[in-house]
């Protein structure tokens, strides 16, 4: 009785999210019925995505493990595969949503999506941890990959909230559907590919993705119609925002520079600074290491005690960028973050390559660490620049 309801209490949460997803949506609801259909629909996607993952690997003799089918094998059986086929069954769940008529509101993109991904993560979560009847680490990975569902959907949502808004596809779709299968798969081999020391990764995408989702709704907002129709979640967010964080398209105009040319020096000093801030940033946490008497040799992917020293030393890179973007700002004086995020991406990108140099394993916690690594970077500029 208790492993049934081990693997069946927690595959029930998205169901129950689901319904908050309905409540909180709009004042005069979408059809419940709909909701539902897309919910359906979503877990029979992690049904036919299991069916041909499973075909998949005994055809290939590759797996999402890394301890089956190695680090190389697992990332490419879920970039090439796995990843793709998710998201792209989350689509065709919501599609029938998208063509009807009650898909009338740019908001509408992030509640249908929200509705396939839990869906899916419903039947991936029964799935999961029915073959997995013991251990609290699958209860912890499920518990992290049902946000990232979400999130990965809301990406490709916003897309399409805003197509149905401007009548015309354009490519923001494609790319932001290519943007949550890259996330989906990064994500995917933190949480089932590596041992779960791993799950730390996870963190900081999962605040990156949690980001990204709060400046969309607040975006689909602004283009939505404000009447009786808006979100009550949506008012909810706007009472929160007085004097702070910028929206998504203050922040574009931010990071567009029309009529003038990108000054390459402030780039490419500012690149340099990062690093300098990075370097700086890791030091103070290997120093701090040391004062507190913590051992970095006991890293282990496999052992989630071990994972301290990598928050402290992820702490202390993290903490560089916020510096490196206010100091270039200020220093350029410069009214738009152009030059900021181009020097923290040249940086991020420098780093990645030569860590895949130097130590292969550790990208892929370089990558989970990137995007939340250029927003700090972004917002420290957003601080630092000359008032307009």
């Keep these: 009785m208790l492993a049934w309801l081990r693997w069946i209490g927690p595959s029930l949460v998205p169901a129950l999210l689901v319904l908050a997803v309905v409540y909180f949506s709009e004042r005069r609801r979408e059809p419940l019925w709909l909701v539902l259909l897309v919910f359906f629909l979503g877990g029979v996607g992690k049904g036919v995505t299991f069916y041909a993952e499973g075909r998949a690997a005994a055809w290939t003799s590759l797996d999402m493990s890394s301890q089956v089918a190695g680090k190389t094998g697992s990332m490419l059986f879920l970039f090439g595969f796995a990843a793709p086929l998710r998201e792209a069954s989350k689509v065709c769940a919501m599609w029938p949503a998208f063509r009807s008529r009650h898909f009338n509101e740019p908001l509408d993109g992030l509640v249908y999506a929200t509705s396939a991904a839990l869906g899916f993560a419903c039947i991936e979560n029964a799935l999961t941890l029915r073959d997995h009847p013991i251990g609290w680490i699958w209860l912890a990975r499920t518990a992290v990959a049902l946000p990232a569902h979400v999130f990965f959907a809301c990406a490709w949502g916003y897309a399409l909230g805003r197509a149905k808004r401007i009548k015309r596809p354009g490519p923001i779709f494609p790319a932001s559907w290519l943007v949550a299968t890259a996330a989906h798969g990064l994500y995917a081999h933190l949480v089932y590919g590596r041992g779960p020391g791993a799950l730390v990764g996870t963190l900081p995408l ?15 907002a602004a283009r939505g119609e404000r009447s009786s129709r808006t979100s009550m979640l949506l008012e909810r967010v706007s009472s929160v925002y007085v004097s702070g964080p910028p929206s998504l398209q203050t922040v574009r105009e931010a990071l567009r520079r029309e009529g003038q040319p990108i000054t390459v020096r402030w780039v490419g000093f500012g690149a340099l600074v990062t690093v300098g801030a990075m370097t700086a940033g890791l030091g103070l946490s290997v120093a701090l290491g040391h004062w507190m008497n913590v051992d970095f040799s006991i890293i282990d992917e496999h052992d989630v005690t071990t994972t301290g020293p990598v928050a402290l030393l992820g702490s202390g890179l993290l903490a560089a960028f916020p510096v490196s973007g206010y100091l270039i ?17 040249l940086a991020i990108l420098a780093t990645l390559v030569l860590l895949g140099i130097a130590a292969p394993v550790a990208v892929v916690f370089a990558l989970a660490f990137s995007p939340i690594a250029w927003a700090l970077a972004c917002a420290g500029a957003w601080v630092g620049r000359p008032a307009r």
């Design 206 to 220: 999962l605040l990156a993705m949690a980001g990204a989702t709060f400046f969309a709704l607040r975006d689909l």
């Design 329 to 345: 700002a200020r220093a350029s004086n410069l009214p738009t973050l152009l030059e900021p995020a181009l020097a923290a991406g």
